[in-house]
């Protein structure tokens, strides 16, 4: 059994346990594959819940893992306990129901990928990353309902959410251990780009225009310079 995810029956149905980094293939057999998911996933029927905690790790193997969910023929609720990133929230975005602890948090950015070669095969490395980012904008789109412009925009900016904020967006349902009728609380939404700016915002006046301002001595005085030395 992987160490990083196993499943145990009870009165509910299935539970999987999903820790772990996805890769196509497992060199160390310490990665959650698309192979080793349908194995488990398939080795009995009724309603499952898998709860996730993790990192990340190959976008097309967990568009894999993302389709098996949608096709499984029984309920499928997602439990978000600690982390779901990258290409794991997309995973998420499978459940029938989406919930989250309320010290769990969502994050969303754009693929990325390795490419060397000449130019030609950059260019080809850009369209296909932004093929890839679409595939997860239909997921993220699907469930939440929001604009493909307002879901690339988060991407771009590589945005956490909390439980509040991801069920406020509508990338999660509810909040677990929370009453049925709860007062609305504000979440926390945040991005790099918008915390760096803020931060370069804070920086004194003074120290933004040294930072501008060229080092290095003036042409005028290392002449003065020279002339002393003569």
């Not at 196509?24 to 194995?39: E, L, Q, R």
């Not at 129901?97 to 260019?123: K, R």
């Not at 093929?131 to 699907?142: R, S």
């Not at 309902?145 to 988060?154: C, D, T």
Request: net charge negative.
């Amino acid at each position: 059994m992987n160490k990083f995810w196993n499943w145990r029956n009870s009165d509910e149905g299935r539970t999987l346990y999903f820790d772990g980094y996805i890769a196509a293939n497992s060199w160390y057999d310490d990665d959650i594959t698309p192979k080793k998911f349908k194995a488990e996933l398939t080795e009995s029927t009724g309603d499952i819940s898998v709860w996730l905690n993790s990192p990340g790790g190959d976008a097309l193997a967990a568009s894999q893992i993302y389709t098996m969910l949608k096709e499984y023929n029984g309920k499928v609720t997602v439990k978000i306990d600690g982390l779901a990133a990258s290409a794991v929230s997309v995973v998420a975005m499978a459940g029938d129901e989406v919930v989250m602890s309320p010290t769990a948090c969502i994050m969303v950015h754009n693929p990325a990928t390795m490419i060397f070669g000449e130019a030609a095969d950059f260019q080809s490395g850009i369209k296909m990353l932004s093929e890839v980012k679409e595939g997860i904008i239909n997921a993220y789109h699907q469930k939440t309902g929001l604009s493909r412009a307002k879901i690339s925009s988060m991407m771009d900016a590589e945005t956490w959410f909390s439980a509040q904020k991801a069920v406020e967006l509508g990338f999660a349902d509810k909040i677990l251990y929370a009453p049925d009728q709860v007062e609305a609380t504000e979440g926390f939404i945040f991005d790099k780009i918008t915390v760096t700016n803020a931060l370069r915002r804070k920086l004194p006046k003074e120290k933004q225009e040294s930072e501008a301002q060229p080092q290095g001595v003036p042409h005028q005085e290392l002449l003065t310079r020279l002339n002393l030395l003569k």
